[in-house]
RNA sequence: GUGGCUAUAGCUCAGUUGGCAGAGCACCAGAUUGUGGAUCUGGGUGUCGCGGGUUCAAGUCCCGCUAGCCACCCCA
């Protein structure tokens, strides 16, 4: 007989499977737990947004030139999965007017974020962040206090050997000078530069520093550093926050290379990587400050920081240490009817759901085979049904570990399961 | 988007210079006249990823495609 082939999962994307889901809650509870100890609450927008609002805050980068899903929906509006979810808080924070509430606005989110990316270890085309965002206070402040939050919440899902990269990438007053200062560095070099850069030496300067072609690498230590050129509130701001980190003895590697690939970054930018890192793309959490976004979106220019934190990494890692998290059995009880006893299954079971998690097992299968399903379910008891049993609304309970068996009215189940 | 490696049973994989498709685990049935785990017995459950090509003959060699892994790129 043809067979078609069976459907699979589209490329690059993934299941979280049962077994997999203790780390997955772990990591969330433990975000979630951190995020409500620091007064954030949480949030949850849309997948899809205007493509607008996503490019508006980030035409020059990958995530958005390059690798954003991009779809017309039937109505002819122009949408996007989103690469990532602060533009879609900032958007909600105006809209749901939380702008008039109490300032800075502390939220914290959940959700998938979709890049149209090659697929790799670490890296999917649905993933899923842990996001972090303050929104409504230009205090330096803030920044530190949203960095000392994602390195809380790795150090509480048990991750302790941790790497914080910190720089600072000025603002819309002194980066475009620094910028000018950058490209007249370069563009002599123009020609010695890999194809990528010379693209990047007109429309993203910034990007040239963090080039990884090894060729390119002299050029770096001859090139201005922004952290020389900051205007006098982005130099305040920049030691206000490593003030602030040393005062809470947060440990951090200063690295003028790192810079955002999102365009309405401001200010501080950071990076979380494992200790022990050695591939491209194992960052944890980064985030920053990005002042410049409100007004991209076309809403009053209004400040925030935050992160994104990137579940599948931090699962894995959890996995990886080999934790004590295991899943327990679905069902407690599991029963057993004997034959056509589907209607009196039912019952015995609804009746025990009072005290204990039940399944019922309806299969036509020898009770053979089903005290062997009981046994692999790792049900803790079984309650077995024969149509003599049904008939005087009795049951044979069985504790599966010892093996001992009662008979037992029905309504006498819960109080013995309890 | 670029390059390398890979794709055989539900899973992990073996399959020689091209010559009848295999193992372990899992699964099903039985030993036990319906009561699990241990043991034993029996059962292969497969368009060999897809599509072409070479050949008397292709799982095996060649080409294309798809998917996975790894590196680049980029980021979470």
Known sequence: MPRSEP???????????????????????????????????????????????????????????????????????????????????????????????????????????????????????????FNVEAIGSAAPGLDTEV????????????????????????????????????????????????????????????????????????????????IDHLCDECAEHWSSVRRLLDAASIEYQLNPYLVRGLDYYTRTVFEFYPGGATGQQDALASGGRYDGLAEAEGWPSTPGVGFAGGLDRVTELIAAAGSELTTSSPADVLVLPDGELAVEAAEVARICRAVRSVAVDYEAKSLRAKMRSANKLGARWVVLISAEDAARRVAQLREMSTGDQVELAWVELPTRLA
């Open 147 to 226: 960095v000392e939050l994602a390195g809380d919440w790795l150090n509480e899902v048990g991750l302790q050997d941790l790497r914080l990269e910190l720089n600072t990438i000025g603002d819309g007053k002194c980066r475009p000078p620094y910028l000018e200062r950058l490209k007249e560095y370069y563009r002599p070099l123009k020609s010695q530069l890999g194809g990528d850069s010379q693209l990047r030496l007109e429309r993203n300067p910034l990007r040239l520093l963090d080039s990884k072609v090894p060729q390119e690498q002299p050029f770096k230590n001859g090139a201005p550093k922004i």
């Open 7 to 129: 459907i699979k999962a589209v490329r690059g994307v993934r299941d979280i499977l049962p077994a997999e889901m203790p780390v997955w809650r772990a990591a969330q509870a433990g975000a979630a737990a951190v995020a409500r100890r620091y007064g954030y609450e949480e949030i949850i927008t849309p997948i899809i947004e205007h493509a607008e609002l996503i490019e508006r805050v980030g035409e020059d980068t990958d995530a958005v030139a390059k690798e954003l899903y991009r779809f017309d929906d039937r109505g002819g509006r122009n949408l996007a999965l989103r690469p990532e979810a602060t533009a879609g808080v900032v958007r909600a924070y105006f809209e749901g007017a939380l702008n008039q509430g109490a300032q800075p606005s502390r939220l914290y989110l959940f959700g998938p974020m979709f890049r149209y990316d090659r697929p790799q270890k670490g890296r999917y085309r649905q993933f899923y962040q």
